[in-house]
């Protein structure tokens, strides 16, 4: 996982900057013989896409995805793939203010300080934009999934924006795509609107905590001990752009419970072991137990506000920096669709790593049979 | 960062179970010429080291620590570095019990299923033993960080034990050291100590949450934006046994405020920029600000108890285990130090990879002349 | 280096097949605040490019690079540099031919049998085309040398072509951009001419060896010891498509020599050590002694050719295989300025890792004082 | 491939100096399940072991390995393997003259220029002492080949020794382990035994040439186009002390020969694809194709001699060196059972990577059938 690569052996380097001519992910190791279509990545890239509804920002990228390589009359050959999306709709004029000057809680400050130069143009490297190659890889670890572990299911969802929080009793996962929030639960949508239409309007943003679940993951992914399955994905949802927590399980809340309480006590099912909670999220010892894979990620507000905040120029001279620019009055409503990628590539990843040491019949086995 | 090794450039790798002949951490990419000896790394494993109070277990180890590589008279080489603590106290007997069963919350049931064989003599390799090898690497780092950026002060200290929470009004460093808790408040050590007491007595744990925050660590570490510091943070404290929720800065809190009250704002300082609030925990787009540096970190309650819990043998037929080997009643508090550790390997880890890309001399400067 | 990267800091990776839309390089890990511009990397490529002369094959493709990312202003910004080439003269008819047959000496049946799948369309990603990705990235990692580490030099040529071999004592390096060879000879040119119209004339083609050296590299680069200068520079030479050997200073050779042949004596010089002789081809223990670096590889005879050789299909019926497309008599010529490339990106990396594990300053000094 | 660690999935890191208390191999990735025992990996370091004929060092280690960690009741648990073997015969009184001088062919100068500091006792890390170690990881790859890929035969032997060649009529790998030399002919042992008596007599010493060969590894190892496995092999070889050229196939003689000369023709044999010759050494584009992989490696003489060589001391005053030690007239003799273990750790490796991402089943096949 070294700068702009992330995973072992699917690995994902991304590229680009938001205002160069494209982006991309350049993913190499994928299996051969995977049938893949740019239309079937696009899908991903289009939930993850700006300009959906008044709550995201009004950029009107189409995001369209091509493969340079890597496939070949429909299906991937085993050599890298190249996902490029290029950037169309640019304007770079609404971002000159910030040239000599950091925007509070933005990377422009770090990336200054860190290289001396930035490519200040919608932030450059450090924009939200970066994550649409994520969600292109994503895409692709999905169709990989679909033929390696055709039962595994990755869903995302959102739980909380500011003091906006899901009821639990009423989680729907088939609501989830028929609303703008990535929402559970449709008897939500109206107040969540409301209090987002609230905080736009008071020119300010709001954060969000995001779940991401896998059903059905095979026992056994992760390897102890630093390439464990829940460190890889604590890494890979902290490595999104202004996320500032990760959980697995109970997450932080473990700090809190006894050890009866937190012991997810074992029976046996029928066809393996079947758990009788989820406290551990479905990792034990950094490796899958079989039960619900589940990861939660605070987003931070969007940096950019429209209200004024103090700041400092590249000169240190003092100023006050707004945001005119299209911005997300909460970035956290798109990262539900990169959480799910992120995912998608850290299981598949570990799939590999998993069949590369242990061979595709599983490990151990429980007794069940006579 | 792959299997047992983290890091890019100071890599660590550690191996070893609980209960064979000895543990260890080799460390490669260490600089050459900084003076270490045992003793130094030795402090630190007497902090994490067992049997240190009646609230960490009781095991008896003497967790000496031996320099087999990589050291010449008195400094490091540039080669290798090998630390070996050889396990002496090993009564595997008391573990016996368990070779066919699985306790609840144990990697014992994933080990199982991912290898299909497993070292069951006191958790083998899934075991807390594993962090003293990291402990060991993160003297050495901190050797290190005495000479690179000798002005880095990295602590880290309890903040809840279950229901027990310190008041940040007292926090004090110096009392950190002067009780078994690593608590920076003298006077809430006896509710403390009269809580575990509790604990134990119920046969039962309780998790705990920890602070580590380093000072005075230079702006421009990381590397976006999969060598995000916060990620390799995030993936570094995910690693260590048991943890369950990592947080950088107001971590999972983000998700509930609004831009205006996130925003860090940005002052001129008289030697550079002076943040008026830190709510990013001195990392923006994944670089470090110059700002204290905040991670905190939960772990859950002990999954080895005395009192009994329902599970299964390898052959699935049901059973009831409870632990009668010795166990901590807390294990978060041996993570203190680990936590630290892991901070110390990380910041050094980055230090090289600036080093190495930037060089020695800070990338950007903010104006301060005439 | 895994798969399609290599390099440890100074990360390429190079994606692409032969006739998709595009081949290019992903470049990570680039120094920030280099002046870098196409027209500098083009002239590299331009070196590289078929259609050149008569005695590389005639496909005229302009082969232009595009640097999509992490360059503003002229400048490196320290994130990925995306170097793309499209590719604009596929002709892809005069391949289908091959798509059921498998050329000997070529990678068409291994592709076959280890992926099920190939891209035959001109070689796909087996083709010597993926090497303008290469030349790319070297052109970059000239630009970061001309910074860091002005004085170095990095010259090859060719000094091997069938039967015919170079004359030492007439080495010029002025004269190896003056003729169609990369020849540093200008009188050998019209015999090596006459010996190459002869070869491709008997529809048949020829080996080459290719010697590449790095005047006034610094010492201390390379780092025992699987991260050796010369094992780096060896599995980068052998990485370059048809190469079958790599030799470092007496190469093979040195296997006929006693110890006192074999021994570089050293001297005191004016400002440091200096060597009577470079038997070692400038390193030692797999580190620069500060002499020049003598890398050479031997690249075989093309595989297409058009004189018919037996082979079989994917069906396993018996066939017979010439090729008609536009195919170098030797491939090896364009594998001078590949040679030169990978010697580039080399030995950058090994000076951004000196520099990350101990520093700007030269680790020892040999003593000149009073 | 970083510094002190070589493979992708089965990596292995080695450490320690030749005088320090012990060296050793830290494997991460082997496989579960794999039956290994201490006196299986023994066997292999005896035929390294220096002090076993006239004409390697005398110096008498027992060289004895200890499996320190991964392996439980006799099979490996798919943890770290710690393989340590400790120094017991160090004498480091022979090394003390070399302290404050450079011996000529040496890493010593190297080493001193790159960190400032060396452990000169017997060459520390340079030391090929450091070779036992790879020999160890190697014989636990070889113990996972058995179970992997059982037909796959691993074997070296000499080929040269300054003028002395091997008659390629008379080789019989039955002879190779009957002599001193590793040679595959029995009737040239006493002229080779004779030349190397007047080389040790005139205080010399002399290169080597070995080659080692791979019969019946599977088809489809190697990953173009970074991660070839002539890529892999090149940089395994000559990552070995001493080693200056490394060849497969044909190697460097390929540049001489036309493409018809070197075309390994393909027929269809019993029971897959069967070559007709095998100038490609098994390997094309970078991929293994069912053959026998052929490598070949030149060792220089060894440095340390006994007639006064010319050098310096750190502090830049003139000296003869010569030395006194206990050392191999011919080094290249041991290199032998470490080319065998290099080409089981790379196989291994591959191995597993081709399982990671291909799966357990070939990924294509040629038809047989009607």
């Known amino acids: 996982m070294s700068l702009n690569t992330f995973g072992h052996l699917y690995r994902v380097t991304t590229w680009g900057e938001s205002h160069g001519p494209a982006i991309g992910a350049s993913v190499d190791g994928c299996p051969p013989g995977i049938e893949v279509e740019e239309a079937y990545i696009q899908r991903f890239l289009d939930k993850r896409r700006p300009g959906q509804s008044r709550h995201t920002t009004q950029r009107d990228e189409p995001d369209r995805v091509r493969i340079l390589s890597g496939v070949f009359n429909g299906r991937t ?47 450059g490297r450090s924009s939200a ?31 909380r924006i500011g003091e906006m929080v899901i009821d639990r009793s009423r989680v729907d996962w088939n609501e989830i795509d028929r609303n703008d929030f990535f929402l559970p639960d449709a008897q939500a949508v109206p107040a969540w609107s409301d209090y987002l239409r609230k905080i736009r309007k008071n020119r300010d943003s709001v954060g969000a905590e995001i779940e991401v679940v896998c059903k059905s993951a095979p026992a056994g ?134 069949r590369a040491q242990v061979g595709e019949n599983p490990g151990g086995s429980i007794g069940l049979g006579p």
């Not at 609404?94 to 490519?119: M, V």
């Not at 829940?230 to 999104?240: C, K, N, T, V, W």
């Not at 605070?298 to 506000?305: D, E, G, L, M």
């Open 221 to 354: 992914l992760g390897a102890p001990v630093y390439g464990k399955l829940d460190a890889g994905l604590a890494a890979a949802m902290m490595s999104i752009n202004a996320v500032k927590g990760v959980e697995i399980g109970d997450g932080m809340a473990a700090a809190r419970l006894t050890g009866t309480q937190n012991a997810d006590e074992i029976a046996m099912g029928e066809d393996g072991p079947a758990f009788l909670s989820n406290h551990a999220g479905g990792i034990l010892g950094g490796i899958s137990s079989g039960q619900d894979i589940v990861v939660r990620f605070a987003v931070k507000p969007t940096s950019s506000i429209m209200t004024p905040t103090r700041s400092i120029k590249t000169d240190g001279t003092p100023t006050r920096v707004s945001t005119r620019g299209r911005h997300d009055p909460c970035v956290g409503i798109r990262a539900v669709p990169i959480g799910e990628a992120m995912m998608a590539c850290v299981l598949l990843d570990h799939l590999l790593l998993h």
């Open 129 to 159: 934009r970066e994550t649409a190659s994520r969600v292109a890889a994503g895409g692709l670890a999905r169709a990989v999934l679909k033929v390696l572990a055709p039962e595994i299911e990755i869903r995302g969802y959102m739980i």
């Open 77 to 123: 050959t085993g050599t890298p793939v190249q996902l490029m999306i290029e950037n169309t709709d640019q304007r770079s004029r609404d971002y000159s203010g910030i040239a000599n000057s950091f925007r509070p809680g933005h990377a422009d400050i770090t990336y200054h300080l860190k290289y001396g130069i930035r490519d200040y143009r919608g932030g």
